[in-house]
């Protein structure tokens, strides 16, 4: 089920401006609580803030020492009242190109530190292959990206992107989840761990079936197969293999 963090989200921030899924929130909640679940520990950095909708809900997540970087090329005062006002401390503004951001000294410190990043900036292809660039450097070797407009069709150079990302980094890099307009990578190192924890909790800890969707898992993970959400299919919680949709297969 939720987490009390979402709860607190959702009563506190649902009229906050943008463009942010409840399938997603669900999402980035449940991958939290996983990253909490895994010990795992660091700081994080959105690129492309505008209101802060998500901005907020990773900064609800984030303990009180672990740093919070928000890089717009505008000012955001919006976001930085509802962002402040869930994580006082440990918060940077940056008003700057993302192309730009290990020039400066507070991002570059924090290169292998950050657990989440969040890549909603220019949809351009090749900016969004330098943003996936710059995540990789400040990722902590547990850590996630997470990259908006995945397979939107309104950017298919962003997803274009996203997979020369991948097929140029085929032992570093792994797509671990896809759902709602956004997909979720991780170093290889640690892509088991995180398939083990959507495989054993994401059905019941996203409450799938009360919020009609689904799990998918079309494909294995060398066939550049991952987890996906989708709406809810024939009043199933798991769909695998076409060859194999009677059985619930993982």
């Not at 672990?66 to 401390?89: C, G, M, T, W, Y």
């Not at 996630?144 to 991948?166: G, R």
Request: charged share 25%; hydrophobic share 40%; proline share 3%.
């Amino acid at each position: 089920m939720p987490s009390p963090v979402l709860d607190r989200y959702n009563n506190e921030f649902k009229d906050l401006e943008g463009f942010f899924l409840p399938m997603a929130m669900a999402a980035w909640d449940f991958l939290f609580c996983a990253q909490n679940a895994l010990n795992i520990k660091g700081g994080m950095l959105e690129i492309g803030v505008f209101k802060g909708k998500s901005a907020v809900l990773a900064a609800m997540h984030m303990r009180d020492h672990e740093p919070a970087f928000l890089l717009d090329l505008h000012d955001v005062p919006a976001a930085r009242d509802a962002i402040q006002s869930v994580k006082p401390n440990n918060v940077t503004f940056l008003k700057m190109n993302s192309i730009d951001a290990l020039d400066d000294q507070r991002l570059e410190a924090m290169r292998g530190q950050l657990r989440w990043v969040h890549i909603d900036g220019e949809h351009t292809g090749y900016a969004t292959r330098a943003d996936l660039d710059t995540a990789a450097a400040l990722l902590s070797k547990n850590g996630l990206i997470c990259v908006d407009d995945f397979f939107s069709f309104k950017y298919p150079q962003l997803t274009a992107s996203v997979y020369e990302f991948l097929f140029k980094n085929p032992f570093k890099f792994r797509m671990v989840l896809a759902c709602a307009n956004k997909c979720y990578i991780c170093r290889t190192a640690w892509a088991e761990k995180y398939d083990t924890y959507i495989r054993e909790n994401c059905i019941e800890k996203m409450a799938l079936s009360e919020n009609n969707w689904t799990l998918t898992r079309t494909s294995y993970l060398h066939d550049h197969g991952c987890f996906s959400i989708i709406s809810r299919n024939k009043d199933r919680d798991f769909v695998g293999l076409d060859r194999d949709i009677d059985t619930r297969v993982f």
